[in-house]
C-alpha cells in the first residue's frame, strides 16, 4: 500500500520508534526520557530533512494522551479535593494568569506588536501543560497530597479561564479588524460560556454520577476484562468529546470531570490500572506533536526574545506562584512546589497562539517564540524542581506526618514494597508477630494506612536506589515486594539482592512470565496469584482445612 495512504500508521510508528530511541538514549544519559521524546519530533518534523510525519494527525493522538491522562488524575482527585483547594487554586490562577499576561505583552510591546497581539502572546505564556505538571507530580510521588492537588486544582481553574478566552478571541479580533463589536456581545459571549460550563458541571454532578457508576458496576459482573477495559475507555473519550462538542468546554475537562465521577466509585483503582497503558502511549505522542513544530531557526534568528520568553515562563510565572502561595498563608514547601510545576507552557498555549495566527491578531513569528518557550521550559522543568527541592529542604522543613512512626532499624528488621491491598494484610500480620518493619510506599492512600502502623514509613519510588539505601536493606532480614508493575518490582529485586546477597526476597505476580523474570533478578520465592487459588481449592477438597485466611 503506497505511503501516502497511510499517515496515521505512518506518524504512530514514527513517533513511537523514534521517541523510544531517543528516550533510552536520554535516560541512559540520567535526563528524562521525554527529551528524547521532543527530539524526536523534532526529527520528523517539517524543518527537517528526511521523512516528515503528519502533523494534523499527531496532534489529534496527543489529544487524546491529554484526554486519558486528566481521566487518571480526575480518578484520584474527588470534589472534596477541588472544593478543599479552590480557595487558594481560584485567586492564584487567575492572580499568576493576570502577571503573565502583563509580562507577556510587555516583551510583545518591545518587539513591536500591537497591544492585542501582546494579550494574545501574553495569555499563551501564562497557561501550563497538563501532560507536563502531572507527569512531574507523579514522577515524584506528590500528585495525592495537599500541595499536588493545589497545583492540579489551579491548572483546571487556568484550563476554565483558557476556554473563555478561546470564546472571547474571535470578538476581540473582529474589534481589532475595525469591523466594531459592542461590549454587550462580548459580556453574553461570556455569560453564555460560564452558563455552558456550569450546565456540563451539574450535568455531571447529577446524571452522571447516576450513569456512570451504574454502567462500570454492570459491565463488572459481566467478568469481562475486555469490556470492562473497553467501558474504561469509552467513558473517558466519550465524555471528553460530548463535553467539547456539546457544551464547550476543553477536551481535557471534560476527561476530568469523567474521572472524577468514577472515582467516587469502588472500581477506581481497577479502572486506572486498565487506563494507564494506553494513556503513557499517547502521552509521549504529545511530546512529540510539540517538537514536530518547532523550527530550530528561532534560536538563531531571535536569540533574546527566546529567553525572554523562557525567563518569563520559568522565573516571573514561578515568582508569581510563589508569592500568591505564600500571601494565602501556605508553607513555603507548598508554594515552592506549585511554583515548580507551573514553570512551563503546553497544550493550550498552542491552540491559543494558533487561533491568534488565524484572526490576524499576532504576527507568525510569535508562535515559533511560543514552542521555543514550551520546549526549553519542559526540558528546563526537572531542573527547576530539583532546584526548588534543595532550597525547600534546606529551608521550611516538611509537616511532619499525622502520626508518628518508630525509627528506622538498624538490622534484622523486614522491609515491606508497597502497602496496597496485599501489603497492608503482611504488614498487619508482620506486627502482630513484633517484627521491626520499613514499609516503601508511593500512593497516597497507602502511605496513610501505612502511617496509622506501627511500622516505619519511606516515602517514594522503592525502585531508587536511595530508598532501599535508607531502608538500610544491607541489614534487613527479608524483603517483601508486593507492587504489581513486574518491571519496577524486578528493579526492587536486583537492587536489594545486589546490596544484600543472604537477603529472603519474597515477591507477588501476576504472570508466569512475570515469575521468571523476577525469579531471574533474584528472589527466593514468586507468588502467583493462580497457583495459590489452585493450591487451597484442592487443600480445602482434600480435607486439609478449610479456615479462612
Known amino acids: 500500500m503506497p505511503e501516502h495512504q497511510t499517515p496515521l500508521i ?8 523514534l521517541a523510544f530511541v531517543l528516550g533510552l538514549v536520554a535516560h541512559r544519559l540520567r535526563v528524562p526520557p521525554l527529551v528524547g521524546y521532543l527530539l524526536a519530533g523534532v526529527l520528523v518534523g517539517p524543518y527537517t530533512p528526511g521523512f516528515t510525519a503528519d502533523g494534523a494527525l499527531a496532534a489529534q493522538l496527543a489529544e487524546i494522551g491529554v484526554i486519558l491522562l486528566m ?9 472534596k479535593d ?26 510583545a510591546h518591545l518587539l513591536g506588536w500591537s497591544p492585542m497581539a501582546g494579550l494574545v502572546f501574553g495569555l499563551s505564556l501564562s497557561v501550563a501543560s497538563t501532560v507536563v505538571l502531572v507527569r512531574a507530580l507523579q514522577d515524584r510521588h506528590i500528585l495525592e497530597t495537599h500541595r499536588g ?3 492540579v486544582g489551579w491548572l483546571v481553574v487556568e484550563d476554565l479561564a483558557m476556554v473563555l478566552a478561546l470564546v472571547l478571541l474571535p470578538a476581540l479580533a473582529t474589534i481589532t479588524a475595525g469591523d466594531g463589536v459592542p461590549p454587550s456581545r462580548i459580556v453574553f459571549h461570556l455569560l453564555v460560556t460560564l452558563a455552558k460550563v456550569s450546565v456540563f458541571v451539574a450535568v455531571m454532578l447529577i446524571v452522571g454520577r447516576r450513569v456512570i457508576p451504574w454502567l462500570m458496576h454492570h459491565t463488572a459482573h459481566t467478568g469481562s476484562r475486555e469490556l470492562f477495559r473497553l467501558a474504561v475507555y469509552a467513558i473517558a473519550l466519550g465524555v471528553a468529546y460530548g463535553a467539547a462538542h456539546l457544551f464547550g468546554v476543553s477536551f481535557a475537562l471534560g476527561a476530568f470531570f469523567a474521572g472524577v465521577v468514577l472515582g467516587e466509585t469502588n472500581l477506581s483503582q481497577q479502572a486506572t490500572e486498565e487506563a494507564m497503558p494506553l494513556r503513557d502511549a499517547f502521552a509521549v505522542l504529545f511530546f512529540v506533536s510539540v517538537g514536530m513544530l518547532l ?21 516571573g510565572k514561578s515568582l508569581a506562584a510563589w508569592l500568591i502561595v505564600r500571601a494565602f498563608g501556605h508553607t513555603n514547601s507548598t508554594a515552592l512546589t506549585v511554583a515548580a510545576s507551573l514553570a512551563q507552557i503546553g497544550e493550550f498555549s498552542f491552540i491559543l497562539i494558533g487561533l491568534g495566527i488565524d484572526q490576524k491578531m499576532v504576527p507568525p513569528e510569535a508562535r515559533d517564540l ?15 524542581f530539583a532546584a526548588l527541592e534543595r532550597v525547600r529542604g534546606g ?15 538498624s538490622t534484622g528488621h523486614d522491609v515491606l514494597v508497597g502497602y496496597g491491598r496485599v501489603g497492608s494484610r503482611i504488614g498487619a500480620r508482620l506486627a502482630g508477630q513484633g517484627h521491626d518493619l520499613v514499609v516503601i510506599e508511593s500512593g497516597g492512600e497507602g502511605i496513610e494506612k501505612a502511617r496509622a502502623s506501627t511500622a516505619h514509613v519511606l516515602v517514594g519510588n522503592a525502585a531508587e536506589p536511595t530508598l532501599l539505601e535508607a531502608a538500610n536493606i544491607a541489614a534487613a532480614r527479608r524483603l517483601f515486594v508486593t507492587i504489581p508493575e513486574p518491571f519496577e518490582a524486578g528493579q ?13 526476597i519474597l515477591a507477588r505476580a501476576h504472570s508466569e512470565a512475570a515469575v521468571e523474570h523476577l525469579a531471574a533478578m533474584g528472589a527466593n520465592l514468586v507468588v502467583l496469584g493462580e497457583h495459590e487459588i489452585a493450591h487451597r481449592m484442592i487443600e480445602r477438597a482434600s480435607g486439609g482445612g478449610g479456615r479462612r485466611a
Request: proline share 11%.
Open 10 to 17: 505512518a506518524a504512530l510508528a514514527a513517533g513511537l520508534s
Open 71 to 79: 481521566f487518571g488524575v480526575g480518578l484520584h482527585f474527588s470534589l
Open 82 to 107: 477541588l472544593l478543599s483547594v479552590a480557595k487558594i487554586a481560584v485567586p492564584g490562577a487567575v492572580g499568576q494568569i493576570v502577571v503573565a499576561t502583563l509580562m507577556g505583552a510587555g516583551l
Open 149 to 151: 492537588k493545589i497545583a
Open 295 to 315: 523550527n530550530p531557526m528561532v534560536f538563531v534568528t531571535a536569540p533574546l526574545a527566546v529567553a525572554a520568553v523562557v525567563a518569563i515562563i520559568v522565573v
Open 370 to 384: 511560543v514552542l521555543a518557550g514550551a520546549i526549553l521550559s519542559i526540558l528546563l522543568n526537572p531542573l527547576v
Open 395 to 409: 529551608g521550611e522543613p516538611v509537616p511532619a506526618p499525622p502520626v508518628e512512626t518508630p525509627p528506622a532499624p
Open 492 to 504: 526492587v529485586v536486583q537492587q536489594a539482592r545486589a546490596a544484600n546477597p543472604g537477603l529472603d
